[in-house]
C-alpha cells in the first residue's frame, strides 16, 4: 500500500499563493487517479482535485481557476498548486488515491492557513 507525506502547507495572506507536494512511498503510476482533499475546522473532508494517469483533472466548483493539481510519475508525487487564496481555502490538506474514503489510510496532512 502507498503512504503519502503532505508538504507545503503554512500560512499565507489572501491573494497569495502555495504549492502543496505529496510525496509517495511507493510507485503511482499503477494508481489511476490521485487526489487533494481537504477538511476545515467543523466541516467535512472534500474533494479538491482529482488528476487521472492521462493527466485529466478535475476540480471542486470552490476552487476552479485558482488551484492546479499535477502529477510526476517518475518521482512519485503529486501537487497542488494553490493561487488566490482565500480565507475559505483554510483547512488541513490530504492527499489520496482517488475515490478515498474514511476506511481507507490517510497522512497526517499539510495545514494552510489564509488570513484576511
Known amino acids: 500500500q502507498v503512504q503519502v507525506v503532505e508538504s507545503g502547507g503554512g500560512l499565507v495572506q489572501a491573494g497569495g499563493s502555495l504549492r502543496l507536494s505529496c510525496a509517495a512511498s511507493?510507485?503511482?503510476?499503477?494508481?489511476?487517479?490521485m487526489g487533494w482533499y481537504r477538511q476545515a475546522p467543523g466541516k467535512q473532508r472534500e474533494l479538491v482535485a482529482r488528476?487521472?494517469?492521462?493527466?485529466?483533472?478535475i476540480y471542486a466548483d470552490s476552487v476552479k481557476g485558482r488551484f492546479t493539481i499535477s502529477r510526476d510519475n517518475a518521482k512519485n508525487t503529486v501537487y497542488l498548486e494553490m493561487n488566490s487564496l482565500k480565507p475559505e481555502d483554510t483547512a488541513v490538506y490530504y492527499c489520496?488515491?482517488?475515490?478515498?474514503?474514511?476506511?481507507?489510510?490517510w497522512g497526517q496532512g499539510t495545514r494552510v492557513t489564509v488570513s484576511s
Open positions: 488528476i487521472t494517469r492521462g493527466d485529466s483533472a
Open positions: 489520496n488515491k482517488y475515490p478515498a474514503y474514511a476506511y481507507n489510510s
Open positions: 511507493g510507485s503511482i503510476f499503477s494508481i489511476d487517479a
